[in-house]
C-alpha cells in the first residue's frame, strides 16, 4: 500500500513484491489476501478505504486486500535450504525476519550467502531483532543499522 502510494506520487517509481515460503498451504492463503479485521486494525483509514475491502458479510469479520493490489503481489515457493533460488539477481530489499534462527550457523551463512547474491549493489537485507548477522561481514554485507545489512 506504501509502495503503491509512492508509485502514483512519482510517475518514474515501479515496484512489484516476490512473498515466498516453504509451505504451499500458507502460499495458497497469502494469494487470497484475505485477512481478520483486526488484522487490518494497524492501516491508516485513509489506505484502508483505498486498499481494503470489507466482507460481505459482516459477520465474518474479515476484510480483503483490493485486487489491484492484490495483482502487485506474487507469491511462490521457496526453499532456503535449495542450492539456488529461482528469482531475480537484482533485488532491492530482502525481508528474512525470524528464519535464520532455525539453521545452525553453517547453514546461517549459507542462506545468507545465497541471498546476498541476490541483491543489486546497493541493496538491502532485513532481519529480525533475534538473529544475529555477525555473519554479515563475511558475505560482504554491511551492517547499516542493528538488522539492516546493504550489499
Not at 513484491?17 to 483486526?38: F, N
Not at 481494503?52 to 495483482?71: C, G, L
Request: charged share 25%; hydrophobic share 40%; glycine share 6%.
Amino acid at each position: 500500500m506504501v509502495l503503491q502510494d509512492m508509485a502514483d506520487a512519482g510517475p518514474r517509481f515501479t515496484f512489484s513484491i516476490l512473498g515466498t515460503d516453504i509451505c504451499t498451504d500458507v502460499l495458497a492463503t497469502a494469494r487470497c489476501g484475505v485477512y481478520t479485521k483486526e488484522m487490518s486494525a494497524a492501516v491508516p483509514a485513509d489506505m484502508a478505504k483505498r486498499y481494503i475491502m470489507p466482507a460481505r458479510n459482516p459477520a465474518r469479520r474479515e476484510v480483503r486486500i483490493a485486487p489491484e493490489q492484490r495483482r502487485l503481489v506474487r507469491f511462490e515457493h521457496l526453499n532456503l535450504m535449495d542450492p539456488w533460488y529461482p528469482v531475480d539477481q537484482d533485488i532491492d530489499v530482502i525481508f528474512c525476519r525470524n528464519v535464520l534462527i532455525y539453521f545452525d550457523k553453517p547453514t546461517q551463512n549459507a542462506v545468507l550467502e545465497k541471498l546476498s547474491g541476490h541483491l543489486r549493489p546497493g541493496g538491502y537485507l532485513f532481519v529480525g531483532h533475534s538473529e544475529s548477522m555477525a555473519a554479515g561481514a563475511r558475505v560482504g554485507l554491511k551492517q547499516v543499522h542493528s538488522t539492516v545489512f546493504q550489499a
